[in-house]
């Protein structure tokens, strides 16, 4: 019993003294509609892949994976990233359907770089985004 309590212990002050991550802020807009907006918080550490958090806004609402936001809850449901790819899908709050799907692509040409794509909101419209990766926090 008290080798279990000596492992917790130590468990908790690893999860406490872990080093932070850096998180990249990401903005998308609407390339056919400055009232589209995407924006997310990536880590930089494992899983780079999953957002921290995102937001979504449409002319026909707004989402968001965070409590504190007045939108539409959702959940991340799952996402990805090849390195040329880059997928996030958002269900509804009870996980029960889909809700949002976005999906990215990136494009280099020397110290270039380009991420477009799309954004879906399951049954209602679909949008063409340019977004920015490059704010780090």
């Not at 309590?5 to 080093?19: E, G, I």
């Not at 692509?105 to 380009?114: A, M, S």
């Amino acid at each position: 019993m008290q080798l279990a309590r000596t492992c917790l212990s130590f468990a908790a002050l690893a999860a406490v003294c872990a080093p932070a991550h850096a998180t990249e802020t990401v903005s998308c807009v609407g390339a056919d509609n400055p009232g589209v907006v995407v924006e997310m918080n990536l880590g930089t550490g494992l899983p780079a892949d999953r957002p921290n958090w995102v937001r979504v806004t449409t002319p026909e609402g707004e989402w968001s994976t965070l409590s504190i936001d007045q939108a539409t809850p959702v959940s991340l449901y799952q996402s990805f990233d090849d390195g040329r790819s880059f997928s996030i899908d958002l269900a509804d709050e009870t996980v029960e359907s889909l809700a949002i799907l976005i999906r990215l692509l990136r494009g280099e040409e020397g110290d270039q770089t380009v991420r477009i794509g799309y954004l879906r909101v399951v049954g209602q419209s679909i949008h063409p985004i340019i977004c920015d990766f490059g704010e780090s926090e």
